[in-house]
């Protein structure tokens, strides 16, 4: 998984609550990608950053913010979660050297909001 | 927009027999395309992607794939199938606006499903 950890692998909560999950890496990465997976629509990207402290917004990125505050980590916070955030969340990381590089996923994190 | 279109939910094919995935694309410039595959409670693995050059591109697994200017497809192929590769598979493009870093945009994925 190109050295990628994701925190929480499953987390159960509730309408209205924040969540926050981390997506971790080794290995000094400038490009790190939040993205959801859910039936019918593949992945979509919410979020994404290019360095520490710079991030940008992806298609999906309403009720979602990031912070990336050091290289290793980057954080995905659900403000005030809603059911419709019910999904399978991954992190990415895309090797530099050409923006055509191909990305790398972390293992995922399973999110459930009754 | 940059976006790709697999036409089949599901593809089902018998073990040893050659197997296709199907994927299109619609992009302004040229296309830089990816395949990749996911399996059960996994994130997804890279395969192979087309960046410029020979139309047919080898990856891993023994998979390979096919560019396709004039029908602007990108089909995923392999010539014996493995039950082993029973799996949810993502063609995805490489789309770049300018000021932004580029990402990549998935389609929507086709489970493959091969039996004995």
């Known amino acids: 998984d190109a050295g990628i950890t994701q925190s929480p692998r499953h987390k159960v909560t509730e309408t209205g609550t924040p969540v926050t999950l981390r997506c971790h890496q080794t290995e000094n990465h400038r490009y790190m990608y939040w993205y959801r997976q859910d039936p019918g629509h593949g992945l979509r990207l919410i979020h994404y950053s290019y360095g520490v402290k710079d991030t940008d917004k992806g298609e999906v990125s309403d009720g979602y913010s990031v912070s990336r505050s050091k290289t290793e980590d980057f954080l995905l916070t659900l403000e005030s979660a809603t059911s419709s955030q019910t999904s399978v969340y991954f992190c990415?990381?895309?090797?530099?050297?050409?923006?055509?590089?191909?990305?790398?996923f972390g293992p995922g994190t399973r999110l459930t909001v009754l | 927009a940059q976006s790709v279109a697999q036409p089949e939910d599901q593809v089902n094919v018998a073990e040893g027999n050659p197997l296709t995935v199907k994927c299109t694309y619609s992009?302004?410039?040229?296309?830089?395309l990816f395949w990749y595959v996911q399996y059960p409670n996994r994130g997804l693995q890279f395969l192979l992607k087309y960046i410029t050059g020979d139309n047919l591109v080898k990856g891993s697994y023994g998979f390979e794939a096919e560019f396709n200017k004039s029908q602007t497809s990108f089909h995923l192929k392999k010539p014996s199938a493995l039950v082993s590769d029973s799996a949810l598979y993502f063609c995805a493009v490489r789309t770049l606006s300018p000021g932004t870093a580029s990402k990549l945009t998935f389609g929507t994925g086709t489970r493959l499903q091969v039996t004995l």
């Open positions: 992009v302004s410039g040229n296309p830089y």
């Open positions: 990415a990381i895309r090797l530099a050297g050409g923006s055509y590089n191909e990305q790398f």
